[in-house]
């Protein structure tokens, strides 16, 4: 709101000046006592994958500790750069928030040919981490390799023999195996499938080597005896298998990565609405109850601060891009 200057209007400067004060005051009263209607967040894949399911857990045990309904809106598409940008660019509201993994974040941007319709530094902002979960490298129990380094002699002593699945070009799957491929030197095939079911049946059946997906993908097979696990990406034991080393104890520490989901904030989304989602996302992550619904989606509950959000998006940035630069990996919009 703007005052006119003149000297010939004190009395309607003074009135705008009272006028701007209950503005300001009603803001800061309203943002004092956020939330003051239900909250949002949307999520920007569609409805019954692993980063719906992880939000509307999430949602359900946040309505009880903001003390107002959280709801869970589903716009899918891109591979969540649609929902993403939508939301990045939307109208400012302190009362909506966005769940990405890190693909909307520190990858998209490196695999999309066009626009990707939002800057992922500038147009978003922090508010924590909600979960991460490991990334398992897994083989057929046909081939005859019985831990990691094994698989790494055995694809040297077979140049272009060995082939690995994935749910598509650009997919988590591609690029941890492509990651595994450049770091270690290792001549492999990339056969693409039309989604996850696909490329693991790939793999069980041995039609395929070698397969890398994450916790969620792959524990009902890995389980079920159907493959065989060489190792985790995480830098400790993940809590589901305990037997299986580390990428770190084999001595392969470039091979370290994870999953995670991140609540994010508008650009302009004001400070107080961030800090008070942050503490009210902690103490649910901090909850028995709710670590253990987690665990059963093989999921690690990760509390943290916006900054840790940005550094870890950020060290994600510089592994990622290299990778997908390395692989040669595009997608049309």
């Excluded at 309607?12 to 004060?21: I, N, T, V």
């Excluded at 077979?158 to 082939?163: D, F, I, L, R």
Aim: hydrophobic share 40%.
């Amino acid at each position: 709101m703007k005052c006119p200057s003149s000297s010939k209007t004190k009395l309607a400067r003074l009135a705008c000046a009272l006028a701007c004060a209950t503005a300001l005051s009603g803001l800061a009263h309203a943002q004092a006592n956020w939330p003051t209607r239900p909250v949002k967040i949307v999520v920007p894949y569609a409805a019954g994958g692993s980063t719906d399911i992880t939000t509307r857990l999430v949602a359900r045990n946040l309505s009880d500790e903001l003390g107002q309904q959280v709801v869970v809106e589903n716009k899918g598409g891109a591979g969540g750069t649609l929902g993403t940008a939508a939301f990045a660019k939307g109208s400012p509201d302190d009362h909506t928030f966005l769940m990405v993994t890190q693909s909307q974040i520190s990858i998209n941007q490196f695999l999309f040919k066009d626009k990707l319709g939002y800057d992922p530094v500038h147009d978003l902002q922090p508010v924590g981490l909600v979960a991460q979960t490991t990334n398992a490298i897994v083989v057929p129990m046909s081939l005859p390799v019985k831990s990691f380094k094994e698989f790494v002699a055995y694809t040297k002593a077979n140049p272009g023999k060995v082939s690995y699945s994935s749910a598509g070009v650009g997919s988590t799957g591609h690029l941890l195996n492509e990651l595994i491929k450049t770091s270690l030197g290792l001549d492999m095939v990339h056969v693409p499938y039309k989604g996850n079911g696909p490329a693991m049946q790939a793999v069980v059946s041995g039609e395929v080597q070698l397969n890398t997906d994450n916790m969620p993908q792959l524990v009902a097979q890995i389980k079920g005896g159907k493959v065989r696990p060489l190792a985790v990406t995480t830098s400790k034991r993940w809590f589901q298998l305990p037997d299986v080393p580390t990428v770190d104890e084999l001595g392969y520490p470039d091979l370290k990565t994870t999953v995670w989901f991140a609540l994010m904030a508008q650009s302009k989304q004001s400070k107080e609405s961030i800090a008070k989602m942050n503490t009210a996302l902690n103490k649910v992550l901090k909850n028995p109850e709710f670590t253990a619904r987690l665990r059963e989606q093989s999921l690690e509950p990760t509390p943290s601060t916006p900054q840790e959000v940005s550094t870890l998006a950020e060290s994600d940035r510089k592994k990622w891009k290299g990778v997908v630069e390395a692989s040669g990996a595009k997608i049309d919009n």
